[in-house]
């Protein structure tokens, strides 16, 4: 991961964190398994599937944790991932997000 990170440094003028490269893994995975991005109804005893790769964040913020979603992860790039995930920690760290 480190050497893809130096290398989009590089040669592509792209600055990607380990949670980037984390997150696109992950929605990659997730489309590729689609029974693992589902949810458990217990009433029901059905397992729902969803209908999109949606990733949360933590962001640590001066009031406490907030957690908000990438939407649409799988869709994504590396370095759209690396700029919804700056837009949305920037606008937690201001407050401007919802709980």
């Not at 003028?13 to 949670?19: E, P, T």
């Not at 949360?56 to 869709?75: F, M, N, Q």
Request: charged share 30%.
């Amino acid at each position: 991961v480190l050497k893809l990170r130096k290398k989009l440094a590089n040669n592509h003028d792209v600055k990607v964190s380990v949670n980037d490269v984390i997150i696109r893994a992950s929605s990659l995975a997730l489309r590729d398994v689609p029974e693992v991005n589902g949810t458990y109804d217990l009433k029901s005893d059905t397992v729902k599937m969803q209908d999109s790769i949606d990733i949360s964040i933590a962001v640590a913020t001066p009031t406490g944790l907030i957690t908000p979603i990438v939407p649409r992860t799988d869709t994504m790039g590396l370095s759209q991932i690396t700029d919804k995930v700056k837009d949305l920690a920037g606008r937690a760290r201001e407050g401007k997000l919802k709980p």
